[in-house]
Structure formats: structure tokens, C-alpha cells
């Protein structure tokens, strides 16, 4: 039996609002665990925010609050990302919570009890003098700077002078790179090990613990004159999450008996592999057992940055391309790993080209000829189609190929191997042309090419479904199939669904996106009851136009214009966000009969999701809601 498995992300700072650099590897400590758990194995996976230290308590000053007011309301936006990207995280650490800051102290409390080897103590206070970069919140040297400034935040270190505890690293590098050598503490990729393996080569200094003006942090246990290094405080988060200090059961399940892996950018390499090891050593815990320090990128060939203003929001990424294409988009930039650039003007394309045409339209094609020839029942297996037997031998490696790439971090190639065969599978479908058997009547061939289909999707729907859950479960549902069959194994057999099947398919799984609609969605965004979406006559047919009963009405937080309504739509309730907030009082709408269009895709509306659109007309700036003449029941048609 395997072990647990449990991965971490860093903990993200929360001076800074979520973006793309951070959901790049939450997704993909997100997929790891998904994975892991479909191939049988018990998996924890760790996100949080990193909320001490200097920078965050310049953040809170700036903003007019206090550190942890301040924290407060930066961490739900972490909270609320994470919940629109479908991240499954197993929990969420907050450094300034108590449970946390008391893991802190006691192991800060063991740390200073701890002797090396030849007997000295690892912690000793000593003066420190040097240069800090607060936006670094490290010191930094002299040959760090670029004309006298940080070269990452443009700004000049202060000059500091101070006690500080430090931690005797010197006694520790070579165990450690022992460790690192013989890979049983595994640093993946191999360049990010052999630059670990350099530092350790240098006269690497003892790094301190402690600082002394910091006032946002966690007191030391022995000086609680001092607060402890930020860093330090972060890389604890690691343990005290899953139970250091006070939950020893949890701790030894997902710590010492588990295959542990910090996953991150090679940003915070030093930390990480240096750092963090050595501490944990002196305080006499197990290792983990893998580093993995993915690429960093850059959009659109810069980096990203506040200042530059080209971060990437990834709550609006979701919002265009839906949670699935979001995680689908980020992770198929450039192999995972290495550094990469992530040219967000081709994301449309890349959406329609791999997950419209190649993935959904063989869903669509597929489910529908099964629907039309076969009364949309799965017809039998059939032997002797040309190009069956290659594309038999594909489908049935690629689980344990895909495990394999999993297992090694390669979640590009992963994902690149399954859409391989969709690709694979919609050359077949054209080549052996089943269109013209269905007209010639050849059924049984018709059948057989069908059902081979049926069974790549099926298993590429379940390989894909770690980076595309909602997407990859809607396709298992073309063939009645929920999580009970959402295993690895069931994704290693061929002919695993039955002759009889029943196949559903009624809308396309990832409708095109085309530049008109993304203009339509636009606008529906930020004005949502602006009647500025013209339709076509013969569109109109299309549009669903219902009487419904405003059952409650709230404001939106954040937005003037916009109040959440619940509507009665006769056989159902829905949610709808309409722009009228400045002409309406929640207590004004709620129990009006309005007209709604019912038949539009959701869209989320400064992250409240809405599922139609209310009808009103405007007269010079005032906005008026169109209700019904006459008694209609909610639901009643109108034409
Ligand atoms: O460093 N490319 O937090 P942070 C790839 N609090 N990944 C990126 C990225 C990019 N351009 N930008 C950010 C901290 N990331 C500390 C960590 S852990 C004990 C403390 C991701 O908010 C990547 O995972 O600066 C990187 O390591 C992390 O965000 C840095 O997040």
C-alpha cells in the first residue's frame, strides 16, 4: 500500500492579491493530489497565506487598518479564488492563527534546547549588521543592488544594526548535502538540485532567526523581545498545519508516515532546500521527501508585476473560460518545470483549439451518432476496423503513461499525452468515415467504431479529470457514469463499458468561444441590464423569455450597480444579478413580477455567479424594470 501523499504550495503573502503566478501552482498541486487520490492513495494538499512581517504590516498601513484587519480581508480573496478555480485543498493555514503561532513557538522552544554534534547550541544571539530590502523582507549585500537599489523592488535597503538569534547552518551542510546527493531528500528538476548542490559547496553563513523592530510577527519563545524572521514563521506553516504541537496523531499520519513534497517556483529556492531542511534536522523531525521547484513565467514576455500592472486576475480567467479551461490553460503554457512565458492572447485560440474542437467535438460526435443510429444505446465492440487495433494499443498505455509523468511532476506532458489521443481517436473517427457506414447501413462496423470512440473518452475524460473536474465529470455523465468509477484502474481497461450504455449528450461540453461572444459576455459584465446586446430577428427565436417572481433581493458587495436577486421561475429558482441598484432598493424589487431572459449561459458578475438576465428600459438616466399587465404566474411564457 502506498503512502499518504502530501503536497504543500507556498503559503502567499497577502500584500499582494491573488494572481496567475499563485494558481499556477495551487492548480497543479491541485491536479497532483486529485491524481494521487485516483490512483488509490490517501491525499492531504496544503494552501494558505503568509500574513507577518514588515511588508504586510506596510500593506495594512497604507490601507488604513490594522495588520490583521487588514489580513482578514485579503485572505478571503485567496479563499473565494481558490473556491472559483475548484481547488480541493484539504486545508487552509493562516500564519496568524493560533494554532499556528503556538506550532511556531514550541518548535522555536525545541530549536533552542538543540545542540549540534559536537555540542553547541544551534541558536545563539549575535549582532547582525547589514543592508534589508523590506520588499525582500531579507538582507541583502552590496553586489545584490543595481545602482544603489533592489534590483526586484526599485527601492534602497536601510542600513540595520540589531540583535538577532541565529541558527547555526554551518553545522548542518554536510549532512545535508549528503542527503541531497544520495536523493533521499530529492530536489526535482535536476538544475534546481545541482544549484542547491553549489550553494552548498560556498561558506554558507548562519542565517538569523530573529529580528528585533519587527512588531508583526510571533514573539520568540525564549526572548519575547524579539519576533521571529518571517521566513521562518512561513516555512513552520508546513507542519503546524497537519498537527506539530497539537495534534500527534494527524502529524504522524501526514508527516513522518507520508510522502511529503513542497511544491513552488525556484524563487524561494534557498529557503526551501537550505534552510528549511537544516532546521528541521536540529529539531530531530524527518526530511520531506521532495522539493519540487517548478518554472517561473513571464506574461507576455515581461515580468509580472503591480507596478507593471500585467498580472493576470484569475478569478477573470474563470469567468471567460470557466474554472476548467482556466486550470486547463495555465498548466499547458510550457512544460512544468521549466521557465516559461504565458501569452494570455492566446489563450482563446489554445481554448478552442484544443478543448472546442479536438476534445469537445468528439464528445459531441461522437454521443450524437450514438444517440441517432443506436436509439442512444452504446452498441457492441466490433473487431477488423481499420486503425482499431493502433488506437486500442494508444488508449491502453496511456493511463500508465500519464501515471508515470504524474508521478515525476511532467503535468504538462500528462495533459499533452491525453489530448495526443483525442487527436488520435478524431483521425480515426475521420478515417474510417462512420457517417457513410450509417448511410450504407453497415451497423455493425458503424457500432464498433462508435463504441471504440466511447472508450477513449471515456478513459481521457477520467485522465483529464484532475485538471478538468467539472468538465471531465460532465463527460463520465454521457455515459451515467459518477465517482464510484473515478479510479486509475477503471481508466487502465478497455471495454469497461457495456454494450446497452445509455449516451446523453444535449448541449456541447465547451462551447466555441468566438470574438462576438466575448464582446456580448463583456458587456453583459459590466452592464448587465444594458440593452445594448442587439439580436439578429431570426436570433430572436433563441432568446427564452419568462414572467418570474423576485423572491429576495440583496445588495452585491463592492458594487453600486448591482443587487443579487432570487427568482421564482415557476418549475425552479435561479439566481440573476441585475444592474439596477441605483434606481432599485432590495426592498423595492422583492415580491415584483419582471421579465427575464432565461436561457443564458452563467456568467459571474463581480464573483456572484448569475443565471439570466432581468428586462428593463430606460428614460433619460432613470431605469425602469418591465413587469407583466395582468396576473401571470411566474414561469408564464412570453412571445
Ligand atoms: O514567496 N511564475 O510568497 P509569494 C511561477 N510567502 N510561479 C509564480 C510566479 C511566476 N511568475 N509568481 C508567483 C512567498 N508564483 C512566501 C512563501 S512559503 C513557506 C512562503 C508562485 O506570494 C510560485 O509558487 O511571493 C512562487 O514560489 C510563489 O508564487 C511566491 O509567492
Known amino acids: 500500500m502506498a503512502k499518504p501523499f502530501y503536497i504543500t504550495t507556498p503559503i502567499y503573502y497577502v500584500n499582494d492579491v491573488p494572481h496567475i503566478g499563485h494558481a499556477y501552482t495551487t492548480i497543479a498541486a491541485d491536479v497532483l493530489t486529485r491524481f494521487h487520490r485516483m490512483a488509490g492513495r490517501e491525499a492531504f494538499s496544503l494552501t494558505g497565506t503568509d500574513e507577518h512581517g514588515t511588508k504586510v504590516a506596510e500593506a495594512a498601513r497604507k490601507a488604513g487598518l490594522t495588520p490583521q484587519e487588514f489580513c482578514d480581508r485579503i485572505v478571503e480573496k485567496f479563499k473565494v479564488v481558490w473556491k472559483n478555480l475548484d481547488i480541493d485543498n484539504s486545508y487552509f493555514i493562516r500564519t496568524t492563527s493560533p494554532r499556528h503561532e503556538a506550532g511556531v513557538r514550541k518548535l522555536l522552544a525545541v530549536l533552542n534546547e538543540a545542540k549540534t554534534d559536537d555540542g553547541q547550541d544551534v541558536i545563539y544571539s549575535d549582532y547582525y549588521e547589514g543592508l534589508y530590502c523590506t520588499g525582500c523582507e531579507k538582507f541583502i549585500t552590496e553586489k545584490d543592488l543595481v545602482d544603489g537599489v533592489c534590483p526586484d523592488h526599485k527601492t534602497a535597503p536601510e542600513k540595520l544594526r540589531e540583535k538577532n538569534y541565529f541558527f547555526r547552518l554551518t553545522a548542518f551542510t554536510d549532512r545535508l548535502r549528503k542527503l541531497i546527493e544520495s536523493n533521499e531528500l530529492r530536489i526535482l528538476p535536476e538544475e534546481r538540485r545541482r544549484e542547491v548542490l553549489g550553494l552548498l559547496k560556498q561558506d554558507l553563513p548562519d542565517f538569523s532567526i530573529s529580528r528585533e523592530r519587527v512588531e508583526w510577527g510571533v514573539k520568540l519563545p525564549f526572548d519575547e523581545d524579539q519576533i521571529t524572521y518571517v521566513w521562518i514563521d512561513a516555512l513552520l506553516n508546513y507542519i503546524t498545519a497537519i498537527g506539530y504541537g497539537d495534534d500527534a496523531s494527524s502529524f504522524k ?23 528549511w531542511p537544516a532546521m528541521l534536522m536540529a529539531a530531530g523531525e524527518k526530511l520531506p521527501d521532495t522539493m519540487f521547484l517548478h518554472g517561473f513565467f513571464t506574461v507576455d514576455g515581461e515580468k509580472m508585476s503591480k507596478t507593471l500592472g500585467n498580472q493576470i486576475d484569475p478569478n477573470g480567467m474563470v469567468e471567460e473560460f470557466g474554472p476548467d479551461g482556466a486550470r486547463y490553460l495555465l498548466l499547458t503554457q510550457y512544460p512544468f518545470g521549466v521557465d516559461g512565458d504565458i501569452q494570455a492572447k492566446r489563450f482563446v485560440q489554445q481554448y478552442n483549439s484544443d478543448l472546442a474542437n479536438d476534445l469537445g467535438n468528439l464528445v459531441s460526435r461522437v454521443g450524437k451518432m450514438v444517440v441517432v443510429n443506436f436509439e442512444g444505446k452504446l452498441p457492441p465492440p466490433h ?21 508515470e509523468h504524474i508521478k515525476k511532476f511532467r503535468l504538462s506532458h500528462a495533459i ?57 465529470a460532465e463527460i463520465r455523465a454521457v455515459f451515467g457514469l459518477d465517482d464510484s468509477t473515478l479510479t486509475l484502474d477503471h481508466a487502465r481497461k478497455f471495454f469497461e463499458l457495456p454494450q446497452g450504455t445509455p ?40 432568446v427564452k423569455l419568462r414572467v418570474a417572481q423576485v423572491v429576495k433581493a440583496e445588495r452585491v458587495e463592492g458594487a453600486d450597480k448591482l443587487l443579487k436577486l432570487q427568482i421564482d421561475l415557476g418549475s425552479e429558482k435561479r439566481q440573476i444579478v441585475a444592474g439596477i441598484a441605483e434606481h432599485y432598493s432590495a426592498e423595492d424589487i422583492t415580491d415584483k413580477k419582471v421579465l427575464v431572459v432565461a436561457n443564458l449561459k ?10 439570466g438576465m432581468l428586462l428593463a428600459a430606460k428614460k433619460g438616466k432613470k431605469l425602469f424594470v418591465l413587469t407583466p399587465d395582468g396576473d401571470l404566474p411566474p414561469g408564464a411564457k412570453v412571445s
Open 416 to 472: 499533452n499525452d491525453a489530448i495526443g489521443l483525442v487527436r488520435a481517436s478524431n483521425k480515426f473517427f475521420n478515417d474510417t468515415a462512420p457517417w457513410k457506414l450509417a448511410k450504407a447501413g453497415k451497423t455493425e462496423e458503424l457500432g464498433g467504431i462508435l463504441y471504440a470512440c466511447c472508450e477513449v473518452i471515456r478513459i481521457v475524460a477520467t485522465l483529464l479529470y484532475p485538471v478538468m473536474p467539472r468538465k471531465m
Open 602 to 611: 452563467p456568467a459571474v458578475i463581480r464573483g456572484v455567479e448569475s443565471n
Open 503 to 542: 449516451v446523453k449528450i444535449d448541449e456541447a461540453i465547451f462551447p466555441r468561444f468566438d470574438a462576438k461572444k466575448k464582446a456580448a459576455k463583456t458587456s453583459e459584465k459590466t452592464q448587465p441590464s444594458e440593452d445594448d446586446n442587439l439580436l439578429d430577428i431570426s436570433e430572436f427565436g433563441k
Open 253 to 275: 499520519k501526514w508527516w513522518q508516515s507520508s510522502e511529503s513534497v513542497h511544491l513552488m517556483a525556484k524563487d524561494i529556492l534557498k529557503f526551501h532546500c537550505l534552510y
Open 383 to 403: 473487431e477488423g476496423i481499420e486503425g482499431l487495433d493502433d488506437l486500442m494499443k494508444q488508449t491502453e498505455a496511456l493511463p500508465g503513461l500519464v501515471y
